[in-house]
């Protein structure tokens, strides 16, 4: 399974982004894209990579961190097996990378804050999108 992130860019603060998360490699694989829960994180320079949201489409259930709660909306279009991230009125401290990944057989209710952190949760990562926050 190979996981895409697209979409960061630079954008001044109060500004928007649509991050998009691409999952592949299902053909030769025993579970499918609905099989998995889906989380964006993001790392600043110099600090610990960070849950800050999840979605699963097995049940339907979404997680926010209180840091992007009400700004942010995490949503899927499983015919296109890819998860977005709409971040709306967007602050310098939301500058990061960002990245998404793929836990199989759990849900966003599962995990909630205290496993979103555990990398060892997370079966595959995407390799990152850069966004920008100036403000």
């Known amino acids: 399974v190979q996981l895409v992130e697209s979409g960061g860019g630079l954008v001044q603060a109060g500004g928007s982004l649509r991050l998009s998360c691409a999952a592949s490699g299902f053909a030769s694989h025993a579970y499918e894209f609905s099989d998995y829960a889906i989380g964006w994180f993001r790392q600043a320079p110099g600090q610990e990579r960070e849950g800050i949201s999840c979605?699963?489409?097995?049940?339907?259930?979404?997680w926010y961190a209180d840091s992007v709660k009400g700004r942010f909306t995490i949503s899927s279009d499983n015919a296109k097996n890819t998860v977005y991230l709409q971040m709306n009125s967007l602050k310098s401290d939301d500058t990061a990378v960002y990245y998404c990944?793929?836990?199989?057989?759990?849900?966003?209710?599962?995990?909630?804050?205290?496993?979103?952190?555990?990398?060892?949760?997370?079966?595959?990562w995407g390799q990152g999108t850069q966004v920008t926050v100036s403000s």
């Open positions: 990944a793929a836990s199989l057989g759990t849900t966003a209710q599962a995990l909630g804050e205290t496993r979103m952190g555990v990398m060892e949760v997370w079966d595959y």
């Open positions: 979605l699963s489409s097995s049940d339907g259930s979404t």
